[in-house]
């Protein structure tokens, strides 16, 4: 049976006038789809486990609205893909500014049930950037960042390098409690300007 977290019932509260019914709307699609869901409040928004695994998120900001995939790229969805390289929006299906601009129930729910696949299955995406392709920082690490004004303006002027470094740190990280610590500690100092690394720089 699906259990609805009272902190995300908070969450979409304090979110925008426009953006609650599209938040409420995603959630119930999410247990339509998946009676096993459980809600967590991670890095500051709703995510949705299955299986004690992330996999999806979604998300409130001032002007729109984002959902996305934890294994997106195992979900052979080129839409997916192409929305999340986008830089218009967090998220896999673009900015989402109101109902119309979600796909259709039928849609949404298809591509969770494919995500629960891929976990009942055991797949995980397995990250190997190399030199010739270039590093995208995983949606759910941008997102957070973004609810801080001052370490999101840092990280947007860093070069790729420098928002890499801080990435794959999370990224590498073999706890849940780890990660949420290190992505805590990414924000307080790129909130004071600094790099993963600024303990070793040349002063």
Same mark, same amino acid.
């Given at each position: ?12 509260? %304090? ?7 599209? /938040? ?17 409040? %991670? ?30 790229? /195992? ?23 109101? /109902?119309?601009? /979600? ?28 030199? %010739? ?40 990280? %073999? ?29």
């Amino acid at each position: 049976m699906s259990a609805y977290n009272p902190a995300v019932d908070a969450y979409i509260a %304090k979110s925008q006038p426009f953006a609650q019914p599209i /938040l409420e709307h995603i959630r119930e699609l999410v247990h339509k789809a998946c009676p096993e869901v459980e809600e967590k409040i %991670k890095w500051s928004m709703p995510f949705f486990d299955y299986k004690g695994k992330m996999m999806c998120h979604m998300a409130g900001f001032k002007q729109h609205c984002a959902f996305g995939f934890f294994q997106a790229a /195992l979900m052979d969805e080129p839409m997916l893909i192409q929305n999340a390289e986008s830089e218009s929006a967090m998220g896999h299906l673009g900015r989402i500014t109101s /109902l119309k601009d /979600l796909p259709p129930d039928k849609k949404i729910i298809g591509l969770i049930k494919k995500a629960m696949q891929i976990t009942d299955e055991g797949r995980r995406v397995v990250r190997k950037p190399t030199a %010739k392709t270039e590093y995208i920082v995983p949606a759910y690490i941008t997102a957070a960042i973004k609810k801080n004004k001052k370490a999101f303006a840092t990280f947007e002027a860093f070069a790729p390098s420098h928002r890499k470094e801080y990435a794959t740190w999370i990224e590498e990280a %073999k706890t849940e409690e780890t990660k949420n610590k290190r992505i805590a500690q990414a924000i307080e100092w790129m909130a004071e300007g600094k790099s993963r690394n600024w303990k070793y720089a040349k002063k």
